[in-house]
C-alpha cells in the first residue's frame, strides 16, 4: 500500500480556477458533503487551442456550455479519412474549464478534485497554474487544489482541463473528454483516505466457522503543519445496517506524513456476499481530534472465490462456471458518457441473461461499474493493459506511448512516487479502487500481449513479473489472470508470462481456445488453473434474416448462430467447448454488447473506407445485443443456457416473407433456443414435430442438454404465411406456459403505428437521470412489424431533454444526436428505435411523442421526482 490516494467510493474530479470576480450568493454552491458532485456548469472549447486556453483572463464566450459526463467525439461526424476499428469518429484536443467560488466557510479546509475518468492525456489548471498530468484514460486521479485556492466566498477560480486524445489512438472507439463524474472532496487537514485503507478478513477461520476477525489498515494522512493526536471510532455494521461490533484506538498522526492504525473486529454468524445474495457490510470509521475530525464509509462482503485445475472456480465453496463478457465502455448513442442509468440498464439486461461475470475489457473498471457489480452480485475482472511498450495495429499514441514513462516529481497527482512509471501507477490505482470490493475476483496483467504489433518481447516476462508484484502489493490476496491468445502455440515468451501468473497462485485465461486446445493445454500443465477469458466473436445483425451469413450489399450478417469470425467460433460451440469440460472455470463472450468501432468482417486499421460504402459500418457486430440496448437472437440462446430460473423459448427468424431466407423449395431453417426438455413446433396451428433434449451431466454435476450435439433446435418447415407457434415441455411432459422469449411469429402486414415503450416510469429530477423509450412498428392488427425500416420523429415536453437516439443499425450514419433538446429523428432498424432522454432538475412529466410517415402516432409519459 504504497500510494495513499484520497479517492472515495464516489470520486472527485475538476476545478476552475479565473480573475476574482463579485459573485451573487446563489451562485456560492453547496460543498457542506465530504464529496460533491462537481458536474455542473463547464465549458467547453471545441478546437486545438494553446496554453493560453488555462490563463483564467482568456475570454470565453464561444464556449459551449456542457454538463458531464461529456464524449465530444460521439457528436462529430463520422470520417471515412479515419478508421474502421474506431469508428471512424475523431479525436483531437479540446479544453474544458469551470468558475466556481468557495465558500468563506471552508477556509482553512482541505479540497481536492477527484475525475472519475478522462480520455485521454489531461493537464489540469487551477486559477493558471498547472497543477498535474494524467495520461491514462481509464484510472481515476486527484489533485489536492487547497494551495491555489481563492476561498473568499466572492471570487471566481477557474479550473482548466487540456484533454488530448491524438490518432491514431486505440483498437476501439474510446471515446473523448471528461467521460466520467468528477467531485469536489472537502476535509479538514486530517483525514481518513479512504482508498488506502484495506478491510482483510481471516478466509479459512471463515470458511470453517462462518465467523472472522475483520481487520481494517486504515490510513490517516495529516496535511496541517502539526502533530494531531487523534481518537479513530471503527463501526462494524451488517448488511440491514445494524452494528455488529466497533473499537475505538488513539494515534499520532506527524504533520505533513501519513500514519496506519490497524483495528480489528470480531464479526459473528456472516451473510457471505454472492451472485444470488449480494450482501454487503459497511466499515465506519471517524477520526478525530482537537481541530479536526472526518468520517467514512467503507462498503465491503464476505466472501471467498478460489480456483482448482481439475474443477475450475468456486464461489463460497461451490462449483460454478464463469458465465461471462467481455465490455468496452461505450454505450452506443451516449458514446462513452459514463451515466449510472445507462450502466444499471446493460448490467440488468445482462444479470437478466444469465451473466455473472464482466471482464472489463481492456482496461480497469469505471466506479460506477465495479459498485454496480457488487449491489447486484456480478463477478468482475479488471484489466489493467492491452499492451505494455508497443502500439497495437499501429495506434502509436495508445498506451505503450507513457508505459515507460516515469510520472515525474512535478507532477501534483496525488501519492505517486517521482521514480514511479505509468505502468506502475495504473497497476497499483486499479487495485487500491477496488480491493474492498467483493464483485472483483481477478486483476488481469494485459491483454493479447504478443499480438497485433512486431518488436523485441524478451523484457515481457519481467514487465510481467513487476505488475503481478505491484497488484500483489497493493492486496497480498488478489488473483492475477491474462488474457494469452497463444496458446497451444508453444510460445515461450507467452508461456514464461502465464507460469509467472501460476507461481503467484493466479489463474490463466485462455483467448479463443477450442476444446482440443483446452485438453492439450491442460494435459501439458496441469497444474494451471484455466478458463476462457475471450470466447466467441459470433458474428449478427439484430432481426437479419434476409441473407444466410455476411451479406456484403448491405453490409449486415444473418441473425442466426452461424458467423464468426476466423479466430473464433458459434456461441453454441464456444460454450459447449466450455461446459463440457470440468476444469475450464468458465468463460467471457466477445461482446455482451455491441460497441463503436472494430466492425468486423468489414475492419480496417488504416485509414480508409473498408466496404466501399463510405464510413460504414462503424461499430461491432459481435455484441448479443445492439448499441440500442435492443436483444439480438443469440442473447436468448445464452438464457437457455445460463439462466435456469426462467424457460427460455424463443424461436427465429419472423415470419414476413421478406424478412427471410428460403432454400429453392421454399423451406425455411426455423431455430428455437429453450432450456425446457422438450418443443414442440406449429405452423397455423399443424404440428410440425415434437424434438426432444438429451440431458449430459459432467463428472462435476454440470448439466447441459443436447439435440443431435447441438445446445437448441432446429426444423426445417415449409414456408407458409401465418404462424409459428412453438410448445415448450417438462421432463414429464407437462406444457410450461410461462416462457420468456418469442415463442410465436406471425406474417405481419404493412406498418400502420408507432408504439412508444420506456425501462422505467419513474425517474429522479436530478439532472442526469435517464429513461430509454422503445420505438416499435407494429400493424394495424398489433404484430411486430420485425423488418420494418421507416423514418421516425421524436418530440419531447416538459422537464427533460433528449440526449441520444439509435437504432442499433452498425450502417446508419446518422447522427447519434437530435437537432435540438426537443427534436429527433432516426429510421428504426428491423422494427425498432430508440430514444434516450434526460430528466432536468425540476419535477414534473416528460411528455414523448413519436410520428411517421403513414403511421398512427404514439404519446408516452414519464414522471420525474424530486429525489
Keep these: 500500500m504504497r500510494r495513499l490516494t484520497s479517492v472515495f467510493l464516489t470520486i472527485v474530479l475538476l476545478l476552475a ?10 451562485d456560492v454552491p453547496d460543498l457542506s458533503r465530504r464529496m460533491n458532485s462537481f458536474n455542473e456548469g463547464w465549458l467547453f472549447s471545441c478546437g486545438e487551442g494553446d496554453e493560453t486556453a488555462s490563463d483564467p483572463s482568456l475570454g470565453d464566450s464561444t464556449w459551449e456550455p456542457v454538463t458531464l459526463p461529456h464524449d465530444w467525439s460521439i457528436s462529430m ?13 475523431p479525436g483531437g484536443t479540446e479544453w ?64 482548466a482541463v487540456r484533454v488530448e486524445n491524438p490518432q491514431p489512438n486505440s483498437r476501439w472507439y474510446s471515446g473523448s473528454g471528461i467521460y466520467r463524474d468528477v467531485w469536489l472532496k472537502v476535509t479538514d487537514s486530517v483525514f481518513v483516505d479512504e482508498d488506502a485503507t484495506a478491510i482483510r478478513y481471516d478466509v479459512d477461520q471463515l470458511k470453517k466457522q462462518n465467523n472472522t476477525e475483520t481487520k481494517a489498515a ?15 471510532h471503527s463501526v462494524l455494521r451488517d448488511p440491514a445496517g445494524t452494528a455488529v461490533g466497533e473499537t475505538s484506538s488513539q494515534a499520532v498522526v506527524q504533520a505533513k506524513q501519513t500514519a496506519t492504525v490497524s483495528q480489528t473486529i470480531e464479526a459473528r454468524d456472516l451473510t457471505l456476499w454472492s451472485v444470488d445474495d449480494p450482501s454487503q457490510y459497511t466499515w465506519e470509521v471517524a477520526v478525530s481530534s482537537s481541530d479536526d475530525s472526518d468520517a467514512v464509509s467503507i462498503p465491503f462482503g464476505y466472501r471467498y472465490a478460489e480456483w482448482d485445475a481439475d474443477h475450475g472456480f468456486f464461489l463460497n465453496g461451490k462449483a460454478m462456471k464463469l458465465q461471462g463478457v467481455c465490455l468496452h465502455q461505450d454505450y452506443g448513442a451516449l458514446g462513452t458518457a459514463c451515466y449510472e442509468a445507462a450502466v444499471e440498464r446493460q448490467l440488468n439486461k445482462l444479470k437478466r ?26 463477478l468482475l475482472i479488471e484489466e489493467g493493459f492491452d499492451t505494455y511498450i508497443y502500439p497495437k495495429n499501429g495506434n502509436v499514441n495508445d498506451g505503450s506511448s507513457f508505459f515507460l514513462e516515469t510520472v515525474g516529481s512535478d507532477n501534483g497527482i496525488e501519492h505517486v512516487y517521482s521514480d514511479e512509471t505509468w505502468a506502475e501507477y495504473i497497476s497499483r490505482r486499479m487495485v487500491e479502487e477496488s480491493r474492498n470490493n467483493p464483485a472483483v475476483i481477478m486483476y488481469s496483467i494485459g491483454n493479447e500481449l504478443l499480438g497485433n504489433f512486431s518488436g523485441d518481447t524478451q523484457d515481457y516476462p519481467q514487465y510481467a513479473e513487476e505488475i503481478i508484484t505491484w497488484i500483489k502489493d497493493e492486496d497480498p490476496d488478489a488473483v492475477v489472470t491474462i488474457g494469452d491468445n497463444l496458446a497451444g502455440r508453444d510460445n515461450a515468451v507467452q508461456l514464461a508470462m502465464d507460469q509467472a501468473l501460476v507461481d503467484a497462485g493466479g489463474a490463466v485465461g485462455f483467448n479463443y481456445a477450442g476444446g482440443d486446445v483446452y485438453d492439450s493445454m491442460h494435459a501439458a ?30 453490409l449486415q450478417v444473418s441473425a442466426y448462430d452461424t458467423v464468426h469470425v476466423g479466430w473464433g467460433t458459434t456461441a453454441q460451440q464456444a460454450w459447449k467447448d466450455v461446459i463440457s469440460r470440468d476444469f475450464v472455470g468458465g468463460e467471457f463472450i466477445w461482446t455482451g454488447w455491441d460497441y463503436l468501432g472494430e466492425p468486423e468482417p468489414w475492419n480496417g486499421l488504416e485509414p480508409g473506407s473498408v466496404s466501399g460504402q463510405g464510413a460504414s459500418p462503424k461499430s461491432s457486430y459481435f455484441g448479443v445485443v445492439d448499441t440500442a440496448g435492443f436483444e439480438k437472437d443469440t442473447y436468448y440462446f445464452y438464457m ?31 431455430d428455437v433456443y429453450s432450456n425446457a426438455a422438450s418443443v414442440e413446433l406449429f405452423r397455423n396451428g399443424m404440428s410440425l414435430g415434437r424434438k426432444y433434449f438429451a440431458k449430459q451431466t459432467t463428472e462435476d454435476g454440470y448439466t447441459y442438454q443436447t439435440c443431435e450435439g447441438v445446445l437448441y433446435l432446429s426444423w426445417d418447415v415449409w414456408y407458409w404465411p401465418g404462424e409459428i407457434t412453438a410448445k415448450a415441455y417438462d421432463e414429464d411432459g407437462n406444457e410450461i406456459t410461462d416462457t420468456v422469449g418469442r415463442s410465436s411469429v406471425k406474417t405481419s402486414s404493412a406498418a400502420a403505428q408507432v408504439v412508444l415503450t420506456a425501462d422505467r416510469s419513474e425517474l429522479r429530477a436530478d439532472g442526469s437521470d435517464l429513461a430509454f423509450i422503445t420505438a416499435g412498428i407494429r400493424d394495424e392488427d398489433g404484430n411486430p412489424v420485425d423488418g420494418a425500416s421507416v423514418d421516425l420523429n421524436f418530440t419531447l415536453e416538459g422537464e427533460g431533454r433528449i440526449i441520444g437516439v439509435d437504432n442499433g443499425d452498425p450502417t446508419d450514419l446518422s447522427s447519434y444526436q437530435g437537432s435540438d433538446e426537443s427534436h429527433a429523428s432516426r429510421r428504426t432498424f428491423s422494427g425498432k428505435a430508440l430514444i434516450i432522454v434526460q430528466t432536468s432538475k425540476t419535477a414534473g412529466t416528460i411528455r414523448v411523442s413519436a410520428s411517421g410517415e403513414g403511421l398512427a402516432s404514439s404519446v408516452i409519459e414519464i414522471n420525474s421526482a424530486t429525489p
Design 17 to 26: 480556477g479565473c480573475v476574482p470576480a463579485s459573485a451573487e450568493e446563489n
Design 77 to 89: 461526424a463520422y470520417d471515412e479519412n479515419g478508421e474502421a476499428e474506431s469508428g471512424f469518429l
Design 96 to 159: 474544458y474549464r469551470k468558475k466556481f467560488v468557495v465558500p468563506s466557510s471552508l477556509k482553512g479546509k482541505r479540497i481536492s478534485v477527484v475525475f472519475d475518468g478522462v480520455y485521454q492525456r489531461a493537464e489540469v489548471y487551477l486559477n493558471g497554474q498547472k497543477l498535474g498530468y494524467h495520461p491514462d484514460g481509464y484510472t481515476s486521479f486527484s489533485l489536492d487544489l487547497s494551495g491555489g485556492l481563492i476561498v473568499d466566498g466572492s471570487s471566481e477560480n477557474v479550473l
Design 218 to 232: 486504515i490510513v490517516l494522512r495529516n496535511d496541517s503543519d502539526n502533530d494531531a493526536n487523534v481518537t479513530v
Design 353 to 378: 441473461m444469465g451473466v455473472n461475470a464482466i471482464r472489463s475489457t481492456h482496461h480497469a473498471a469505471g466506479r460506477i461499474l465495479r459498485t454496480l457489480c457488487a449491489q447486484k452480485g456480478i
Design 525 to 554: 500443465y496441469p497444474d494451471w488453473c484455466l478458463y476462457g477469458s475471450e470466447t466467441a466473436s459470433a458474428l449478427s445483425s439484430r432481426g437479419w434474416y434476409s441473407s444466410p451469413g455476411v451479406d456484403e450489399k448491405n
Design 640 to 670: 437457455s443456457q445460463w439462466n435456469p430460473d426462467v424457460v427460455t423459448l424463443h424461436i427465429l427468424p419472423d415470419w414476413n416473407v421478406e424478412d427471410i431466407v428460403r432454400d429453392k423449395l421454399g423451406r425455411v431453417k426455423v
